[in-house]
């Protein structure tokens, strides 16, 4: 299996621009998650699908971030506008059931914000 | 409300001596634990995990940790540092069910000297 799958690896863009960041997780897995990692704040939870819905988005950290996942295979992150604050890395995950199998972690995409 | 706390944001040792990463969690029912590795610009990468069967945990990598419900902790151990294991380690806690509710801990950059 190739893993979980990101992309783009790395985003250069500037702020007020729309960002699109893309996820396919291992086929067979219901759960998919997005994590971001700062530097400042460690690594946050943003959001969890479970058999592509929703379950937990407390983490998303506001309205200009929003998540979809219209299939088992398929996922975006989205920030809209985009802010010099939300550079960091972007982290997908997925899991065969839920937060307590080991979840498989994608690359990253790396996100700058000018 | 649940944490986990990995006491030491930075440890460093030589090669071939023993590795101890610690970590603890509040308890408030039966968490699964885990411990995650993550090497310079790479996703994460579980080590092991712990969900309730045998207290003492063997991973990856020569890794093990043992689960200590009296102490409320998961100190992870290596009996001798190889220079591959320079990475971060995260140890993260799940509580419930499909709910979610994924705790990470700050992580710890282990070092490894000559």
């Known amino acids: 299996d190739a893993g979980v799958i990101q992309s783009p690896r790395h985003e250069v863009t500037e702020m007020g621009q729309e960002v699109t960041l893309r996820c396919k997780p291992i086929?067979?897995?219901?759960?998919l998650f997005w994590y971001r990692q700062t530097m400042m704040r460690g690594l946050e939870l943003l959001i969890y699908?479970?058999?592509?819905?929703?379950?937990?988005d407390s983490g998303m950290p506001e309205d200009r971030f929003s998540a979809k996942m219209p299939n088992a295979s398929f996922s975006t992150l989205k920030i809209q506008p985009s802010e010099p604050r939300d550079s960091a890395v972007y982290f997908c995950?997925?899991?065969?059931?839920?937060?307590?199998?080991?979840?498989?972690f994608g690359p990253g995409t790396r996100l700058l914000v000018l | 409300a649940q944490s986990v706390t990995q006491l030491d944001s930075h440890v460093s040792v030589s090669e071939g001596t023993p590795v101890l990463l610690r970590c603890n969690y509040s308890?408030?029912?039966?968490?699964?634990l885990f411990w995650y590795v993550q090497h310079p610009n790479k996703g994460l990468q579980l080590l092991l995990k712990?969900?309730?069967?045998?207290?003492l945990v063997k991973g990856i990598n020569g890794f093990e940790a043992e689960f200590k419900k009296s102490e409320t902790s998961f100190h992870l151990t290596k009996p001798s540092a190889h220079m591959s294991d320079a990475a971060e380690y995260f140890c993260?806690?799940?509580?419930?069910?499909?709910?979610?509710?994924?705790?990470f801990g700050k992580g710890t950059k282990l070092s490894v000297k000559p």
């Open positions: 995950a997925s899991s065969f059931s839920g937060p307590r199998e080991t979840q498989y």
């Open positions: 086929s067979g897995h219901n759960s």
């Open positions: 712990y969900t309730s069967a045998a207290t």
């Open positions: 699908f479970n058999n592509n819905v929703p379950i937990d």
């Open positions: 308890s408030s029912y039966s968490p699964s």
């Open positions: 993260v806690v799940s509580y419930g069910g499909s709910q979610g509710n994924l705790i």
